[in-house]
């Protein structure tokens, strides 16, 4: 794929899709692209925050009408159970893509920076409720990264 290719597949300029594949995207890989399209959009905010929401509304629409999925999902569980007896323990390959999984921890880390911000925003302040309302706040999302950091681990390949 060309960089004017890949531009007009993620809807940015050249000059960026350079820069990317300094940095070391795939850019002839579409699903890497647009992957990391997506974790760039969540990290940025205007109007890169409308092209997430704007890409996301438009596969909506298709993971609705594709009524094969579950049939699909269906066969695929019936193949991995089918050698094994109903109460013995099958591991089961993960219900998400690695892509999928980066997002979701970078957008949490997003989250933790701006709750640490505020936190420290709210120290210089002295104002003890806010202040310690904030700290709880902090230490929730810690905890929900660690719990999810927990669960993907279980799922590396």
Not at 8 to 24: F, N, P, Y
Not at 73 to 83: D, G
Not at 118 to 131: I, N, P, V
Request: aromatic content about 6%; some cysteine; glycine content about 2%.
């Amino acid at each position: 794929m060309t960089h004017k290719e890949a531009a007009k597949l993620v809807k940015r300029d050249i000059r960026t899709i350079q820069r990317w594949e300094k940095a070391g995207v795939n850019i002839a890989d579409c699903k890497a692209l647009l992957a990391y399209a997506d974790i760039m959009d969540c990290k940025a905010r205007g109007s890169s925050k409308r092209r997430v929401r704007a890409r996301l509304d438009a596969r909506v629409p298709a993971l609705v009408d594709n009524v094969s999925e579950p049939a699909i999902l269906t066969s695929e569980y019936r193949a991995i159970l089918a050698n094994s007896a109903s109460d013995a323990f099958v591991d089961l390959p993960a219900p998400f893509t690695q892509a999928q999984a980066s997002k979701a921890i970078w957008s949490l880390i997003d989250l933790k920076s701006s709750f640490h911000r505020r936190l420290e925003g709210l120290r210089s302040t002295d104002h003890a409720l806010s202040t310690e309302l904030a700290d709880s706040e902090l230490a929730e999302i810690t905890s929900i990264i660690d719990s999810l950091n927990r669960l993907l681990i279980a799922y590396e390949p």
